[in-house]
């Protein structure tokens, strides 16, 4: 059953270099359709520099990425529909308020019905409880409240993949609990496939279908569902 | 054809989502604006008063009425090119740019255009007090010739230092040292058209006619032109680490 599904991501021989410094060491994985894959590691590790490059936000010094089968070089812009991103950097703009943010970020995905934009943010911003927010400038919001933005952000377009830098930094209990609920919601759907990092391994352990642990710029251990339940994750850090 | 339209349409819409974002940004932030326009405004009053009080209350030749207005004018660009893609990095913004299905060209074109607008705002300002605090010996300026004087003489070469000005801050925002960086890379870029500049507006000032005007607005245009040129070979590049 797992084998029939079909790949997603392919990264071959993935290496980053800044200037005398190797964040990544010749990185070689498959992600497939439909899975929730888990990027662990400790502090330095490369999580966040292997995220932006398969989010296409840097190029790799070495090697190449395929994202169902075509390239950034070639099809950067039909990957980018299909893709979701929320990095450590947060995407948004503190002077405007929850509402133009979203409503900007949906523009740029070729979404110019004002309805449907004020119907998707009203559901999205009901769902995490943000609507009495909806019209104050995010610089007036809490990290907690921002996280959640970006969030929304990331969903408002219905990615087909989503590349989440540590999604739960920053929530409360109930939001971080909502978030699960929401991935694995999503997972449920057809070829909609989550790529996330995190430290917490007890979330990793609850929601990943595969783990990927990275060491020093390099892959030190894959682990799938069956193998990582039994085991403690950061005895590969 | 009917893609092809649709896809023009959708760019265009782009173009304006972007450009009015930050227009909307940048009024929410004018405290910035108003200290442009300050600067501006002393450093006019500063020059004229210098002038009145050397030459015992002359009227300021034309020549130095428009070297003075120019001068404060690149040096006003180089606070407006912080404001353009320098902002959007220093924010962590531009990562939001550039994972959205947009090409680079429209990014660059509507920070040209958003330069292109804050410049023109800051000059009708600069003209205005300028005109007021130094009292330039301008005569018989027609209707006409303040049409020319407005298109030619200021929105034109406006447009080369909005050009300038987003590829320099695009070139630099990888860059730890901005703050140096940018004028270092501007003067270079701009030091070609400030004469073809400030011949251009004397001339028109003068009352020339607008056929010997030639030779400074097709320099002008080259310099669009081969800028414009580098922006759209170089958008990739330019906007990825």
């Known amino acids: ?237 | 054809m009917q893609n092809k339209d649709k896809a023009q349409k959708s760019s265009f819409k782009m173009f304006k989502t972007i450009l009015f974002k930050d227009i909307k940004s940048e009024i929410r932030q004018i405290n910035d604006l108003f200290s442009i326009f300050l600067f501006d405004i002393i450093s006019v009053f500063i020059f004229s008063s210098v002038y009145s009080f050397s030459t015992e209350g002359q009227n300021m030749p034309l020549e130095i009425f428009v070297i003075e207005v120019w001068l404060i004018i690149f040096f006003t660009l180089i606070y407006l090119m912080s404001k353009l893609f320098v902002k959007e990095k220093e924010s962590g913004t531009l990562g939001g740019l550039i994972s959205s299905p947009i090409s680079g060209n429209i990014i660059l074109f509507s920070k040209i255009f958003y330069c292109l607008i804050l410049l023109s705002f800051v000059e009708i300002i600069l003209f205005l007090f300028s005109v007021f605090l130094s009292a330039p010996s301008i005569e018989n300026l027609s209707l006409g010739q303040l049409m020319i004087f407005i298109g030619l003489g200021v929105l034109l070469p406006t447009l080369d230092l909005s050009i300038c000005g987003s590829l320099v801050s695009a070139f630099s925002m990888y860059v730890k040292n901005k703050s140096f960086v940018l004028p270092i890379l501007l003067f270079p870029l701009i030091l070609p058209i400030t004469t073809p500049i400030i011949s251009l507006n004397i001339k028109i000032l003068e009352g020339t006619l607008i056929y010997d005007l030639v030779y400074e607005i097709m320099f002008i245009i080259a310099h669009i032109t081969l800028m414009i040129s580098i922006l759209a070979l170089l958008s990739q590049t330019l906007l990825y680490d």
Request: aromatic content about 10%.
């Open chain 1, 1 to 237: 059953m797992v084998e029939s599904k079909k790949e997603l991501i392919n990264c071959v021989n993935i290496s980053k270099q800044f200037g005398y410094f190797f964040a990544l060491k010749n990185i070689n994985f498959k992600v497939r359709e439909n899975i929730i894959l888990g990027i662990a590691g400790a502090n330095g590790a490369g999580k966040t520099t292997l995220m932006k490059i398969l989010c296409g936000l840097i190029t790799p010094t070495l090697g190449r990425i395929s994202i169902k089968n075509m390239n950034y070089d070639d099809h950067s812009n039909i990957i980018k529909k299909l893709i979701g991103i929320s990095t450590d950097e947060s995407f948004l703009y503190e002077e405007l308020t929850i509402f133009e943010n979203l409503k900007f970020y949906d523009n740029l995905h070729q979404n110019f019905d004002l309805n449907s934009i004020k119907t998707k943010i009203e559901q999205f911003a009901k769902q995490f409880n943000l609507t009495e927010w909806i019209n104050e400038p995010v610089e007036n919001l809490s990290h907690g409240m921002k996280q959640k933005v970006e969030l929304i952000r990331v969903f408002m377009h219905q990615p087909s993949i989503l590349f989440l830098d540590e999604p739960f930094s920053g929530l409360d209990y109930s939001t971080t609990k909502l978030l699960i609920d929401s991935l694995n919601e999503l997972r449920g759907k057809e070829n909609v496939s989550i790529i996330l990092t995190t430290h917490k391994t007890e979330i990793l352990k609850q929601i990943c279908d595969e783990i990927l642990i990275l060491k020093r710029g390099k892959i030190n251990k894959s682990l799938t569902k069956e193998e990582y339940k039994e085991i403690q994750i950061e005895s590969f850090f």
